[in-house]
Protein backbone atom coordinates (compact mmCIF):
# COMPACT_ATOMS: atom_id res chain seq x y z
CA UNK A 1 0.00 0.00 0.00
CA UNK A 2 1.12 3.65 -0.57
CA UNK A 3 0.35 6.54 1.23
CA UNK A 4 1.05 10.18 0.79
CA UNK A 5 1.72 12.96 3.47
CA UNK A 6 1.81 16.35 2.76
CA UNK A 7 3.18 18.28 6.23
CA UNK A 8 1.44 21.62 5.42
CA UNK A 9 -1.95 22.15 4.90
CA UNK A 10 -1.84 26.06 4.03
CA UNK A 11 1.17 28.18 3.17
CA UNK A 12 1.06 31.47 3.32
CA UNK A 13 4.07 33.58 1.73
CA UNK A 14 4.27 36.96 0.47
CA UNK A 15 5.22 37.96 -3.31
CA UNK A 16 8.97 37.11 -4.23
CA UNK A 17 9.53 35.57 -1.39
CA UNK A 18 10.68 31.54 -1.62
CA UNK A 19 8.61 28.87 -0.66
CA UNK A 20 9.03 24.99 -0.40
CA UNK A 21 6.04 22.51 0.37
CA UNK A 22 6.26 19.07 1.89
CA UNK A 23 5.39 15.74 0.94
CA UNK A 24 7.00 12.73 1.94
CA UNK A 25 5.50 9.20 0.73
CA UNK A 26 5.56 5.61 1.92
CA UNK A 27 5.25 2.77 -0.55
CA UNK A 28 6.45 -1.01 -0.61
CA UNK A 29 6.68 -1.01 -4.11
CA UNK A 30 8.65 1.28 -6.16
CA UNK A 31 6.50 4.56 -7.77
CA UNK A 32 6.27 7.24 -9.45
CA UNK A 33 6.09 11.00 -8.27
CA UNK A 34 4.19 14.06 -9.08
CA UNK A 35 3.03 17.11 -8.11
CA UNK A 36 -0.60 18.51 -9.66
CA UNK A 37 -1.61 22.23 -9.32
CA UNK A 38 -5.64 22.69 -8.94
CA UNK A 39 -6.40 26.58 -9.36
CA UNK A 40 -9.87 27.92 -8.15
CA UNK A 41 -12.90 25.59 -10.24
CA UNK A 42 -10.57 23.80 -12.35
CA UNK A 43 -9.26 20.06 -12.46
CA UNK A 44 -6.14 18.72 -11.50
CA UNK A 45 -2.74 19.62 -13.90
CA UNK A 46 0.15 17.90 -13.89
CA UNK A 47 2.94 20.42 -12.73
CA UNK A 48 6.10 17.88 -13.04
CA UNK A 49 6.95 14.59 -12.10
CA UNK A 50 9.75 12.27 -11.61
CA UNK A 51 10.01 8.98 -13.31
CA UNK A 52 13.65 8.20 -13.61
CA UNK A 53 17.23 9.75 -14.04
CA UNK A 54 17.99 13.12 -12.14
CA UNK A 55 16.61 13.41 -8.72
CA UNK A 56 15.88 17.36 -9.69
CA UNK A 57 12.98 17.49 -11.88
CA UNK A 58 11.89 21.02 -12.83
CA UNK A 59 8.61 22.75 -14.36
CA UNK A 60 8.21 25.22 -17.38
CA UNK A 61 6.79 28.07 -14.67
CA UNK A 62 9.66 27.97 -12.69
CA UNK A 63 8.94 25.29 -9.66
CA UNK A 64 10.95 22.28 -8.57
CA UNK A 65 11.09 19.11 -6.82
CA UNK A 66 13.89 16.78 -5.56
CA UNK A 67 13.64 12.92 -5.21
CA UNK A 68 15.13 12.47 -2.11
CA UNK A 69 15.05 8.24 -1.82
CA UNK A 70 16.66 7.50 1.89
CA UNK A 71 14.23 10.40 2.92
CA UNK A 72 10.98 9.25 0.57
CA UNK A 73 10.70 12.56 0.42
CA UNK A 74 9.54 15.02 -2.83
CA UNK A 75 9.75 18.85 -1.72
CA UNK A 76 8.56 21.45 -4.21
CA UNK A 77 10.05 24.62 -4.03
CA UNK A 78 10.41 27.55 -5.76
CA UNK A 79 12.91 30.77 -5.43
CA UNK A 80 10.41 33.42 -6.28
CA UNK A 81 6.35 32.97 -5.96
CA UNK A 82 4.03 35.25 -7.86
CA UNK A 83 0.23 36.33 -6.96
CA UNK A 84 -0.87 33.71 -9.84
CA UNK A 85 1.00 30.78 -8.31
CA UNK A 86 -1.92 30.80 -5.57
CA UNK A 87 -3.50 27.79 -6.05
CA UNK A 88 -3.88 24.22 -4.31
CA UNK A 89 -1.11 21.83 -4.83
CA UNK A 90 -1.22 18.15 -4.66
CA UNK A 91 1.86 15.63 -4.19
CA UNK A 92 0.75 11.97 -5.46
CA UNK A 93 2.36 8.71 -6.06
CA UNK A 94 1.65 6.13 -8.92
CA UNK A 95 2.65 2.54 -8.90
CA UNK A 96 3.55 0.31 -11.86
CA UNK A 97 0.28 -1.33 -11.74
CA UNK A 98 -0.91 2.88 -12.43
CA UNK A 99 -2.83 3.64 -9.46
CA UNK A 100 -2.02 6.88 -7.61
CA UNK A 101 -2.51 7.90 -3.74
CA UNK A 102 -3.15 11.81 -3.90
CA UNK A 103 -2.18 13.97 -0.71
CA UNK A 104 -4.37 15.89 1.40
CA UNK A 105 -3.34 18.96 -0.80
CA UNK A 106 -1.57 22.30 0.39
CA UNK A 107 -3.05 25.64 -0.04
CA UNK A 108 -0.61 28.33 -1.36
CA UNK A 109 -1.86 31.46 -0.91
CA UNK A 110 0.77 33.94 -2.32
CA UNK A 111 0.36 37.48 -0.63
CA UNK A 112 1.12 40.84 -2.63
CA UNK B 1 -6.70 17.26 -28.38
CA UNK B 2 -9.87 18.23 -26.38
CA UNK B 3 -9.12 16.91 -23.37
CA UNK B 4 -10.85 14.83 -20.97
CA UNK B 5 -14.72 15.75 -20.89
CA UNK B 6 -17.28 15.55 -18.30
CA UNK B 7 -20.81 16.36 -18.31
CA UNK B 8 -22.81 17.92 -16.69
CA UNK B 9 -20.36 20.66 -15.18
CA UNK B 10 -23.02 21.09 -12.73
CA UNK B 11 -25.89 18.61 -11.47
CA UNK B 12 -28.54 19.94 -9.08
CA UNK B 13 -30.92 17.41 -7.56
CA UNK B 14 -33.65 16.50 -4.65
CA UNK B 15 -32.81 13.72 -2.15
CA UNK B 16 -33.23 10.18 -3.83
CA UNK B 17 -33.02 10.89 -7.20
CA UNK B 18 -31.07 9.00 -9.59
CA UNK B 19 -27.84 11.23 -10.79
CA UNK B 20 -25.66 9.84 -13.51
CA UNK B 21 -21.95 11.52 -14.42
CA UNK B 22 -20.74 10.93 -18.11
CA UNK B 23 -16.82 11.39 -19.22
CA UNK B 24 -15.00 10.94 -22.25
CA UNK B 25 -11.53 10.26 -21.82
CA UNK B 26 -8.64 11.01 -23.99
CA UNK B 27 -8.38 9.49 -27.18
CA UNK B 28 -6.07 6.49 -26.63
CA UNK B 29 -5.79 6.80 -22.85
CA UNK B 30 -6.78 3.54 -22.10
CA UNK B 31 -6.66 4.30 -18.40
CA UNK B 32 -9.69 6.04 -16.46
CA UNK B 33 -10.54 7.21 -12.79
CA UNK B 34 -13.04 8.58 -10.88
CA UNK B 35 -12.39 10.79 -7.86
CA UNK B 36 -14.70 12.57 -5.24
CA UNK B 37 -13.22 15.58 -3.87
CA UNK B 38 -15.18 17.82 -0.90
CA UNK B 39 -13.55 20.40 1.70
CA UNK B 40 -13.42 17.52 4.34
CA UNK B 41 -12.55 14.70 2.87
CA UNK B 42 -10.47 16.27 0.03
CA UNK B 43 -9.61 14.06 -3.09
CA UNK B 44 -10.89 10.39 -3.23
CA UNK B 45 -10.78 7.98 -5.72
CA UNK B 46 -13.61 5.70 -6.25
CA UNK B 47 -12.85 3.55 -9.17
CA UNK B 48 -10.27 3.28 -11.86
CA UNK B 49 -10.22 1.17 -15.20
CA UNK B 50 -7.98 -0.14 -17.21
CA UNK B 51 -8.80 -1.12 -20.94
CA UNK B 52 -12.56 -0.93 -19.79
CA UNK B 53 -12.11 -3.30 -17.21
CA UNK B 54 -12.38 -2.05 -13.38
CA UNK B 55 -9.43 -2.88 -11.49
CA UNK B 56 -9.75 -1.27 -7.67
CA UNK B 57 -13.16 0.11 -6.55
CA UNK B 58 -12.09 -0.55 -2.55
CA UNK B 59 -13.17 3.14 -2.47
CA UNK B 60 -16.69 3.58 -4.03
CA UNK B 61 -18.31 4.92 -0.72
CA UNK B 62 -21.39 2.23 -0.94
CA UNK B 63 -23.60 0.29 -3.34
CA UNK B 64 -25.86 3.43 -4.16
CA UNK B 65 -22.67 4.35 -6.10
CA UNK B 66 -21.52 2.10 -9.80
CA UNK B 67 -19.58 2.90 -12.23
CA UNK B 68 -19.37 1.51 -16.13
CA UNK B 69 -16.74 1.68 -19.28
CA UNK B 70 -18.62 0.13 -21.82
CA UNK B 71 -16.19 1.02 -24.60
CA UNK B 72 -12.78 3.06 -24.59
CA UNK B 73 -14.18 6.33 -24.73
CA UNK B 74 -16.95 6.77 -22.61
CA UNK B 75 -17.47 5.94 -18.88
CA UNK B 76 -20.92 6.46 -16.31
CA UNK B 77 -20.80 7.23 -12.45
CA UNK B 78 -24.13 6.72 -11.20
CA UNK B 79 -25.45 7.39 -8.21
CA UNK B 80 -29.18 5.83 -6.76
CA UNK B 81 -30.27 6.58 -4.74
CA UNK B 82 -28.36 10.44 -4.06
CA UNK B 83 -28.02 11.47 -0.82
CA UNK B 84 -27.48 15.16 0.37
CA UNK B 85 -23.81 13.69 1.60
CA UNK B 86 -22.81 12.58 -1.71
CA UNK B 87 -22.84 16.55 -2.43
CA UNK B 88 -18.95 17.17 -3.96
CA UNK B 89 -16.83 17.54 -6.95
CA UNK B 90 -16.34 14.58 -9.00
CA UNK B 91 -13.77 14.00 -11.04
CA UNK B 92 -12.92 11.89 -13.66
CA UNK B 93 -8.88 11.70 -15.44
CA UNK B 94 -7.49 9.13 -18.02
CA UNK B 95 -3.63 8.11 -18.51
CA UNK B 96 -1.83 5.84 -20.79
CA UNK B 97 1.34 3.76 -19.57
CA UNK B 98 2.48 3.45 -23.56
CA UNK B 99 5.04 6.05 -24.82
CA UNK B 100 5.94 6.60 -20.45
CA UNK B 101 2.88 8.93 -19.99
CA UNK B 102 2.02 8.14 -17.06
CA UNK B 103 0.70 11.37 -15.42
CA UNK B 104 -3.35 11.84 -14.97
CA UNK B 105 -5.31 14.27 -17.45
CA UNK B 106 -8.28 15.39 -15.41
CA UNK B 107 -11.41 16.87 -16.51
CA UNK B 108 -13.11 20.37 -15.86
CA UNK B 109 -15.41 18.32 -12.82
CA UNK B 110 -19.01 17.71 -11.95
CA UNK B 111 -20.41 19.97 -9.06
CA UNK B 112 -23.13 17.92 -7.63
CA UNK B 113 -25.22 19.07 -5.35
CA UNK B 114 -27.98 17.03 -3.81
CA UNK B 115 -30.62 18.70 -1.71
Known amino acids: AQSVTQLDSQVPVFEEAPVELRCNYS??????LFWYVQYPNQGLQLLLK??????LVESINGFEAEFNKSQTSFHLRKPSVHISDTAEYFC??????????FGDGTTLTVKP | DAGVIQSPRHEVTEMGQEVTLRCKPI?????LFWYRQTMMRGLELLIY????????DSGMPEDRFSAKMPNASFSTLKIQPSEPRDSAVYFC?????????????FGPGTRLTVT
Open chain 1, 50 to 55: YLSGST
Open chain 2, 93 to 105: ASSSRTGGVIEQY
Open chain 2, 27 to 31: SGHNS
Open chain 1, 92 to 101: AVTTNAGKST
Open chain 2, 49 to 56: FNNNVPID
Open chain 1, 27 to 32: SSVSVY
